[in-house]
């Protein structure tokens, strides 16, 4: 069996640049922001940590003292790549320059955000309906920088396979340095599996790196996309919230404390008060709730009890008595909670 521990602590060229593990972060809007990465790195185990998505028509003059998204702090930027999503190649080489200019490990070109708000700006997911503007995108931000260059895509707006591997070859011909490949088409956010057979077949149209991602909640789920597709490695989203020491324990076989729930939950809270104003702080606990309380039997009362709270106070003591019920721990997330 694949020892995968092994597999994934083995270090990784991208582009210019070299990552000491093959486990990494997968961007998601309201939730890899500065806090979350800050918690998770404090366990460790992540090879490559990501931004939220940020626009490039605004990135420009972002100023991160007050940005919600383009935040960070600076020891993390050897190992911090920016997302950025747009549609127009101009814009988007701008805002790379921006991103090079910070410092950061790389950029990341979002073609995989299906939201409606986002695809009505010609951005995102959208831009899979138009390979050969993705291209010039993808070739526009290669030659506006010397940084690796990622990209992040679905599927298409169809079941195809083959459109897959098309967009995938003309990324890597545009320039781009590594891909993380979620195989799930556009519409279709979260209500049927991934098909890991077609992430096999992007693996092997190309010679760049190609990390999987989706459903990957446990060791085995990634030890199974690691055997049956020949990925390079493996991005982790909504567990590393619901988890933030998962990267450590699949990778450096950290053993989680007693309580680490209840000791995680608190340190998410104090962090995100601490690094945004009251209510951004708040719409980001929210979100995070529902992820954090997917791992729990009675998961949908808990998270309703801690999203009723207003200040870091009323919450902290909603933990308290959650917690102190010994509350029992899914096996698998509740994907009621995960979608």
Known sequence: MLNIDKRLNTPLR???????????????????????RSLVRQYGGCGLYFTEMCMARTLPAENRAVSPVFKWNDPELNTLVCQVAGGDPDAMAEAARRIEAEGFFGVDINFGCSVAVICKQNAGAALLKEPKQAEKIVKAVRAAVSIPVLVK????WVDNPAGAVDLAKRFEDAGADALTFHPRVAPDRRSRPPKQAYLGRVVDAVQIPVFGNGEVFEADDARRMLETTGCIGVSIGRIAAAKPWVFAQWTKGYVPVPDIYRKCGHQMVELLYFYFDPITAGKRFRKWALFFSASFQFGHAFCLSLCRRKTPEGIHAAMDVFFDQSPRVNTRPNMNLFR
């Open 14 to 36: 991208i582009g210019n640049k070299m990552i000491q593990n093959r486990l990494i972060m997968a961007p998601m809007a309201g939730l890899t922001h500065v806090a979350l």
């Open 153 to 156: 895509y679905r599927t298409g």
